[in-house]
């Protein structure tokens, strides 16, 4: 079964532009999740989708990050513009209707100058 | 509001046994879990304890407490690949919240 994949698996850009991460979940999985690590600290939650719904955005940043999930399929996570403090590696996560544990992806390294 | 704390670093020598703690303060509780990330790589689903006791999976085991808000991830026979980033998590209680709130994590660095 092939797993979360994430892409790009890196990225670097100047303050101000825009960039979009993609996810492709586990096929068949329901849940999706967006998390990030900040300066090696802990992996924070940033929002979680049931299929093509927002089921909870409470750890979303701000108003800069878009996150659309077209068709209950693929993710996407905008930010625009991106700022400095939004460096990091974000990570998207799937998982059934009832598993404990999360497939996570690789995680897209975003490199803000 | 969830906080949960486990140590930064553990050192250990390979085909030792290595326990790794986590204590978490929440305002309820959902499960304990475990994840294992190598550098650069996905973090890796290891265990979950909703009741108190131990889960033993091959050469990893984890043990929850939930008394003492207390658990921790034993690894035995260890190896050089176990080298890598441990981190605990809990599941937000509130109904509906899958979240998970993650610990800092415990680098685990296994020498020869």
């Known amino acids: 079964e092939a797993g979360v994949t994430q892409f790009p698996s890196h990225s670097v850009i100047e303050k101000g532009q825009t960039v979009t991460l993609r996810c492709d979940p586990i096929?068949?999985?329901?849940?999706l999740y967006w998390y990030r690590r900040v300066m090696g600290k802990e992996i924070k939650f940033l929002l979680h989708?049931?299929?093509?719904?927002?089921?909870?955005e409470s750890g979303m940043p701000n108003n800069r990050f878009l996150a659309e999930r077209t068709g209950g399929t693929y993710s996407t996570l905008k930010v625009q513009p991106a700022e400095l403090e939004d460096s990091g590696v974000y990570f998207c996560?799937?998982?059934?209707?009832?598993?404990?544990?999360?497939?996570f992806g690789s995680g897209t390294r975003l490199t803000v100058v | 509001g969830q906080s949960l704390e486990q140590p930064s670093e553990v050192t250990a020598v390979e085909g030792a046994i290595v326990q790794i703690n986590c204590t978490y303060q929440?305002?309820?509780?959902?499960?304990l879990s475990w994840y294992q990330q190598h550098d650069g790589g996905a973090p890796t689903f290891l265990s979950y304890?909703?009741?108190?006791g131990l889960e033993e999976t091959g050469r990893f085991s984890s043990f929850l407490s939930r008394s003492d808000s207390y658990g921790y991830l034993l690894l035995q026979e260890l190896q050089m690949k176990d080298s890598a980033s441990y981190f605990c998590?809990?599941?937000?209680?509130?109904?509906?919240?899958?979240?998970?709130?993650f610990g800092s994590g415990t680098r685990l660095q296994v020498q020869p």
């Open positions: 996560a799937s998982s059934p209707v009832t598993a404990y544990g999360y497939t």
């Open positions: 096929s068949g999985h329901d849940n």
């Open positions: 989708f049931v299929k093509e719904s927002k089921q909870d």
């Open positions: 929440t305002s309820g509780f959902y499960g």
């Open positions: 304890n909703g009741l108190d």
């Open positions: 998590a809990v599941r937000d209680p509130d109904t509906g919240r899958r979240a998970l709130t």
